[in-house]
């Protein structure tokens, strides 16, 4: 065998080792033996002096550069929108129904530096960090000296493929114990100081991977789904993450969240959330891109502290709509700066799901300032005890109906229904009736001053008082005073925090102000069906929900007292221009703007933009690659603006 075959085939056999050792966790073969086959290439490289493109020594650190070059992607690389509430999610899922039928992918969220390889003719040419998404910085060098990608791979055209760059949690502490006047903060930083070090030999003694997720670029079409492009990764032998799942239904993603939730505990790989994108690219197409995000996917963020303690009872707790939510008293713990002594689930089916019972091991996290949430149980013990079904409103006593996963009491003036309703109506984000707190609002109702948002407006300073003139505990003069005041200054209100206020089921602050750019309560109520799902963030079962709420006789003759008493909701005043008066919608790509430039340039001009066309919309301007929002203009007759006639009007 010449020396040519020779090296070609110990190329063939270190690299086949080094997949198994690096990408799969399977070692075929012990050190000894690669490092033999190894020296015997290397000899043969330096005898010959010729070194074949996917050699394995290529991946040796080279001498430090002196800066590193920009390069262009050739397609750009988005970062990701972000969520850190259930609603945020749902919202998501409503966008993504209105675009057409679509399945979902759940992957984690890596906390690392996103790095981007090309390859031409099915070889390596070039490893960049994403920078600006644009254009990055040239980090070959550096790359070359990690074993988690192919050299060569079967593909022959010009292909880009993302992935983040890591430092496993173990090899971060065993690099700190051998080095311990330098030791590194945090995988994060380690992993981009590593990559963007300017010695590739600093690089390879870190020892950072990468982790494929993605296909940023390939010639021609792009493959039909997510699913296929992971498979396209491995079958090149990229190294991915093993967690990968396809959801039907946001259901199904909401768990496949939970799972990633509490499986990172014990991963290896710093994460702080799960990415879940549309699978077909077909959705994909037609849902588009904004100037920042790709509108088909969303990271749900982890922004949160996690503890583990004990269940010592369940009950149940009431909400506005009626809806029983299991409430977990568990031992205290400190989470987030707070001594936590309560969690929640959503409902029986999540409780179940969970496998949650009493006097169990159970994880809890807190974010946001909400109450903290139970993930899941962690360990059972001898005496845990299963949580039973409710059959009654623990409130009340009326009859429980099952919905689903979800229990509703049945009573509509069930106590704790009442307090939640005007709870939420005073909430900062609705009425923000600063000081009234659902104890105050629960003394009201106690005492027969409240039943309906409109009897806040009726309350005066003797309503806090006893039979003898004197304030009730708790109750002094200036908090009667304060709270007064609030009520007042509250009569003023946007209308999207008005229609947010009312807490119509579904529709939550992002829906509310679809709602308001129609300009009224009377034009939100007059809206059909058609009409409402039109809206992008509201479904088929919010716009029955709003439908159902203004076709009751009490909710108008409330919005009628609520009217009376001098809440005023407006919207806010629109600057004078070209646009003034118009509702417009931008579809497709503007060769002379971003899109967020355009809504910029129209609000300036008094317009207002819209995410969606509906029967409100009275102007829309294609782009090229326009899509159905286009199609629908026309069946509707909206008037159609092309991007020269749009930027004649602005000059």
């Known amino acids: 065998m010449n020396d040519q075959l020779r090296m070609r085939e110990l190329c063939d056999i270190l690299n086949r080792w080094a997949y198994r050792y690096y990408v799969l966790d399977d070692p075929e073969v012990p050190d000894r033996e690669y490092d033999r086959l190894y020296d015997e290439l290397v000899a043969l490289e330096r005898d010959t002096g010729m070194v074949l493109p996917d050699s394995p020594t290529r991946r040796v650190g080279g001498e430090p550069v002196k800066g590193f070059a920009r390069h262009t992607h050739l397609a750009r690389l988005f970062s990701l929108d972000k969520a850190v509430t259930t609603d945020e999610l749902t919202a998501f899922f409503t966008r993504v129904a209105k675009a057409g039928d679509a399945t979902y992918t759940v992957e984690y969220k890596y906390d690392g530096l996103t790095v ?106 792009p493959l039909p789904s997510q699913t296929e492009a992971m498979d396209f990764l491995r079958r090149e032998g990229f190294q991915t993450f093993p967690y990968f799942r396809v959801c039907r239904t946001p259901e199904e993603v909401f768990s496949a969240v939970d799972e990633i939730e509490i499986g990172r505990r014990s991963l290896d790989v710093l994460t702080d959330g799960a990415v879940i994108k549309v699978n077909e690219e077909g959705v994909r197409a037609d849902m588009g891109a904004t100037d920042k995000f790709p509108r088909w996917a969303i990271a749900y963020k982890f922004e949160a502290e996690e503890a583990e303690t004990t269940v010592r009872r369940v009950f149940w707790q009431v909400g506005r709509t009626g809806k029983l939510t299991p409430l977990a008293e568990v031992e205290p713990v400190e989470l987030a700066g707070a001594t936590v002594r309560r969690a929640t689930l959503n409902n029986f089916g999540d409780l179940t799901k969970k496998d949650v ?222 646009f003034s008066g118009e509702s417009v919608v931008l579809t497709g790509s503007l060769s002379s703007m971003t899109r967020s430039e355009a809504q910029k340039k129209i609000e300036e001009a008094g317009g207002v933009c819209q995410s969606a066309v509906t029967s409100a919309t009275t102007l829309v301007i294609a782009g090229e690659k326009a899509g159905s929002k286009l199609d629908k203009a026309k069946k509707l007759g909206v008037k159609i603006l092309s991007e020269d006639e749009f930027l004649a009007l602005l000059s």
């Not at 993302?162 to 992993?191: C, F, M, Q, W």
């Not at 009224?520 to 109520?525: F, I, P, W």
């Open 357 to 578: 019972k009493v006097h169990s091991r159970v994880l809890i996290r807190r974010s946001n300032e909400v109450i903290p949430e139970i993930l899941g149980a962690v360990s059972h013990v001898e005496g845990s005890v299963p949580v039973e079904k409710p059959a009654v409103c623990p409130s009340c006593g009326a009859p429980v109906r099952e919905v689903g996963a979800n229990l509703f009491c049945t009573n509509e003036l069930c106590p704790p229904r009442i307090v939640q309703r005007l709870t939420h109506f005073c909430s900062k984000e609705a009425a923000d009736v600063e000081g009234m707190s659902e104890a105050t609002l629960h003394f009201l109702l106690e005492k027969g001053k409240v039943s309906r948002f409109s009897d806040l407006y009726r309350l005066t300073r003797a309503d806090f008082l006893r039979e003898d003139g004197k304030p009730y505990d708790g109750y002094g003069e200036k908090k009667i005073s304060n709270l007064l005041s609030a009520i007042e200054k509250s009569k003023k209100i946007p209308l999207d925090r008005f229609l947010y206020a009312l807490g119509i089921d579904g529709i939550g602050r992002v829906a509310a102000r679809d709602l308001a750019a129609f300009g009224s309560v009377e034009a939100v109520a007059a809206l059909t069906y058609e009409e409402l799902v039109a809206i992008e963030d509201v479904g088929e079962v919010t716009a029955r929900s709003v439908l159902a709420y203004f076709a009751s006789e009490d909710n108008r003759e409330e919005i009628e007292r609520l009217l009376a008493a001098g809440v005023s909701p407006f919207v806010k005043a629109r600057a004078a221009g070209v």
């Open 116 to 221: 981007c390889l090309t390859y031409e003719e099915g070889a390596f040419v070039r490893a960049t960090t994403r920078g600006n998404g644009t254009e990055g910085e040239d980090v070959t060098a550096q790359v070359l000296t990690l074993p988690s990608f192919p050299l060569t791979i079967s593909y022959r055209g010009t292909l880009e493929v993302r992935g983040e760059a890591v430092i496993r949690l173990s090899v971060l502490d065993r690099y700190n114990a051998e080095h311990p006047d330098e030791t590194l903060k945090n995988a994060r930083n380690a992993a981009a100081g590593a990559i963007r070090n300017l010695d590739p030999k600093v690089t390879k003694a870190r020892r950072p991977e990468i982790l494929f997720y993605d296909i940023n670029y390939m010639d021609g079409e």
